[in-house]
């Protein structure tokens, strides 16, 4: 019920938003027989369009509670959980050293290495953890993740991904295995922490950052009170039989983190925000700030273009 009321909101503010931004922008813009000014029309529109969305958004957030995850007061058993680093000639030895500092009882750290460049193979190899490499990059990172599944997947209820720039304090494993060991989350496959930068020290860095905490404001409020969220890719808990149910991670994605949350929505699992800060790197430069967006928008065109079907052309672990 709570779900359709939110809808209902949203729904009314948005095209409020959007029908009264739209008159304002045409009577001001739109003259009659000149097609350039309906062409201007077109993008104000699509402009327009966002402004509504976050608008709404904003409303929605500053009425809502933030909703939590029910999580165990302590463990009584720990459940094995593997720790991925997944790096690609980007690997950070303080990050790696970083990752032999959880207090869980029971985890393993793999590096899941597809590096070309010898000094950064030399440099994984020095740290003497289980590490993974394949002949070939197929399915990027969807595909290393894969590997691993395929080998080592069923010794471990859980594992948590984290990229070559993540960062988590000593108690993360403890706290998350908390919230996925709790009997209400069973139909949960992915439990996604909430990420801020750590390398705040670097003005274009520190600039992008300052977003992020408005960013989270919004997913605490709203994030969970819809259903379902959709993984950032890194610093959370899979479920590992629920990832091995729906055929593994998707390979036909530049990113595979909203083409698996996709499938294991239509899987019946869901991905969930959970009360627990880690860190990862922002861009230091307005080149690497561009191309990660770009990134992202391909991400976004293949699965439209695609029609995304789901699990096709997935291969089973």
Not at 214 to 229: A, H
Not at 231 to 255: C, L, M
Request: aromatic fraction near 16%.
């Amino acid at each position: 019920m709570m779900v359709i009321m939110i809808k209902i909101i949203y729904s009314i503010f948005f095209f409020t938003m959007f029908f009264i931004l739209n008159i304002g922008a045409g009577l001001c813009i739109i003259r009659f027989g000149v097609i350039t000014t309906y062409i201007y029309f077109l993008f104000i529109l699509l402009i327009n369009f966002g402004i509504a969305y976050r608008f709404s958004e904003l409303v929605l957030a500053i009425m809502a509670k933030s909703k939590y995850l029910p999580m165990l007061d302590m463990l009584i058993d720990h459940p094995p959980v593997a720790l991925l680093y997944v790096t690609f000639n980007d690997a950070i030895p303080d990050l790696i050293h970083r990752l032999k500092r959880q207090n869980y009882k029971n985890y393993e750290i793999f590096i899941l290495d597809d590096s070309t460049d010898k000094n950064y193979i030399q440099l994984i190899d020095n740290f003497k953890f289980i590490t993974l490499r394949r002949g070939d990059r197929c399915g990027f990172k969807a595909g290393s993740l894969n590997n691993w599944l395929s080998k080592y997947g069923s010794k471990y209820k859980y594992f948590i991904i984290a990229d070559s720039d993540s960062a988590f304090k000593p108690d993360f494993i403890e706290k998350i295995v908390r919230y996925a060991e709790h009997p209400s989350n069973k139909k949960i496959a992915i439990f996604q922490s909430m990420i801020l930068p750590w390398n705040k020290d670097v003005p274009f860095s520190r600039l992008v950052g300052a977003l992020i905490p408005i960013s989270l404001y919004y997913y605490k409020k709203l994030g969970n009170e819809c259903s379902t969220v959709l993984s950032w890719g890194h610093n959370n808990i899979h479920r590992t039989e629920s990832i091995i149910n729906v055929g593994g991670f998707d390979e036909r994605f530049i990113a595979e983190d909203f083409a698996t949350s996709m499938n294991l929505i239509r899987y019946g699992y869901q991905c969930k925000l959970v009360n627990i800060l880690s860190y990862d790197a922002e861009p230091e430069t307005a080149s690497n700030y561009r191309k990660r967006y770009v990134r992202w928008a391909k991400q976004t065109i293949q699965l439209f273009s695609r029609g995304f079907r789901l699990t096709q052309g997935q291969r089973s672990l």
